[in-house]
């Protein structure tokens, strides 16, 4: 109706908690999908072993239509940002029950994290690329696509650590970050979330770009390839290690805390 155009979603939301009306509902989901649309795009890489893209948007529509009636205008955050969310922890959660990650992947990320934890020791910093690959007796090429394959094992593990934590995700750490006035938080949690920071801070400049491209802009791997003029399937190496240093360098945190 032309009274709902003018109206912002939390408005809207507003609305539909006084009446129930289900025309109201049904603005909210058409307005909104294009995020769902959006998220499963952009982490299609998380779950296209297991589910295709309209499967991921069908249940991130159910997804959506559950939040209108679980969204708390009163908690000062915006609709979007929830809906995000709960998106984002639907394709998580997802992936986690398939446990579809092979037993090489698997030998894989443990063989890279004992290479990359020695060299770490030894050298006093993150060793580069170049040295985790010499460690492993491999060229740069083959430990590049090593790395991409363990991939989501690094995603999931950093994201059940920050939810294990804290109840987030690293979306939210990432716009937390960002954030010029932050509320006064849990002290443990504000310590967790510099910690990450520094992480971030950490990491070589092309991965510092790719994670704030794919968590903050959230763009696609195919879109940041554009943006970076290099190929996606380099992109997905970026990430996967970014991810994979972030993973460390907050379970160092952990150990040290």
């Not at 649309?37 to 309209?54: E, H, K, P, S, T």
């Amino acid at each position: 109706m032309a009274e709902w155009e003018q109206m912002s979603a939390e408005e809207l939301v507003k609305e539909y908690r006084k009446t129930g009306s289900l025309a109201i509902k049904q603005e909210i989901v058409l307005r909104y999908i294009h995020i769902v649309r959006g998220i499963a795009l952009q982490m299609r890489g998380v779950y296209l072993n297991f589910a295709q893209v309209d499967d991921i948007i069908s249940e991130g529509v159910i997804a959506l239509m559950n939040a209108v009636d679980k969204f708390d205008p009163s908690k000062n955050v915006k609709f979007e940002t929830y809906i995000s969310k709960r998106i984002r922890g639907l394709v998580i959660d997802l992936a986690r029950r398939q446990d579809w990650v092979s037993r090489s992947v698997r030998r894989s990320l443990r063989d890279i994290d004992q290479a990359a934890n020695s060299l770490f020791i030894e050298l006093g910093r993150t060793p580069t690329d170049q040295e985790v690959a010499d460690r492993l007796g491999m060229s740069l090429e083959k430990y590049q696509q090593m790395l991409g394959k363990t991939g989501l094992c690094n995603v999931l593990s950093l994201e059940t650590m920050l939810e294990e934590s804290t109840q987030g995700t690293m979306s939210d750490f990432l716009l937390c970050a960002q954030a010029e006035n932050q509320p006064e938080q849990h002290l443990q949690e504000e310590e967790l979330k510099q910690a990450l920071r520094d992480g971030i801070h950490s990491l070589l400049e092309n991965e510092r770009m790719v994670i704030s491209l794919y968590y903050e802009k959230e763009l696609n791997m195919k879109e940041i390839a554009q943006v970076l003029k290099v190929s996606e399937p380099r992109i997905s190496q970026i990430h996967a290690n970014a991810i994979r240093k972030l993973r460390i360098y907050m379970e160092r945190f952990n150990r040290d805390a």
